[in-house]
């Protein structure tokens, strides 16, 4: 089951934005590199959604001193692996190379693994249930 | 067979999943009509929005969001 979620989130956040046979106006590298910064731009603010969230739901008290410990554990590697992804971003605009891109698409499973544990398990911990 | 609890966490990430992808397919709309100059330019744009810190975990944790998720 858990499998399955991870390979969802990765699925929704690996869907390209910008799709060629609805734009074929966009030339095939400029539409590879606007997909690539809008999942990155998406991590960025799921990122901080997140996180706010966890957050709002400790003070409420929905979510124990140790729920958040353990979530931010995950929220500081993937806050590296975002950090690394937005300065290869930057990188990649300027030159549009193909090795920096698939280094961003390594980055971007990670993200979507990480976000997909973090969500699944903020769900367990509000609802008390644990894997 | 499944516990009140295992269908709110399914809920909860059903709601999750669903704001993911409705967000998702609000952008690739807007993406999609460009033209190649305006896709160009988007790029330069939105590369110059990333930041190259975020915040940390516990430093967003204090901040309060306007429209916090269901708990």
Redesign the interface.
């Known amino acids: 089951m858990r499998k399955f ?1 991870v390979l ?2 990765a699925l ?2 690996a ?5 060629r046979t ?2 074929p ?3 095939a590298q ?2 590879f ?2 997909n690539l ?2 999942q ?3 991590a ?6 997140l ?8 003070r ?1 008290g ?1 979510l124990t001193d140790a729920d ?1 410990a353990s ?2 554990v995950i ?2 590697h993937l ?1 590296t692996l ?2 690394e992804a ?2 290869l ?2 990188t ?3 030159n549009y190379d193909a090795g920096v891109a698939s280094q961003i698409g390594g980055l971007l499973a990670k993200i979507a693994a990480d976000i997909a544990q973090i ?2 398990q903020n ?2 911990a ?4 644990h894997q | 067979m499944f ?1 009140l ?2 269908v ?2 399914l809920i ?2 059903g709601t ?2 669903f704001k ?2 409705t ?2 397919l609000a ?2 709309g807007t ?6 100059e305006q ?2 330019l ?3 744009k ?13 430093e ?6 306007a429209n ?2 269901p ?1």
Do not use: W
């Not at chain 1, 869907?15 to 799709?19: E, H, M, P, S």
């Not at chain 1, 509000?126 to 249930?129: A, Y």
């Not at chain 2, 939105?46 to 810190?53: F, K, Q, R, S």
């Open positions: 979620r969802f989130f929704c956040l869907g390209c934005a910008v799709q609805q734009a106006q966009i030339n400029t539409a590199a606007l910064e809008s990155v731009t998406q960025n603010a799921d990122y901080k959604t996180f706010t969230d966890i957050g709002n739901a400790h409420a929905t958040v979530l931010n929220g500081s806050q975002i950090q937005n300065g971003t930057k990649y605009s300027a969500t699944a769900a367990q509000k609802t008390g249930v | 516990t609890e295992s709110q966490a909860f990430l999750e999943v993911l992808v967000a998702h952008q690739k993406l999609n009509n460009l033209t190649q896709a160009e988007m790029v330069k939105l590369a110059v929005t990333l930041p190259d810190a975020l915040p940390t975990p516990e967003l944790e204090k901040m309060v969001i916090p998720l708990q």
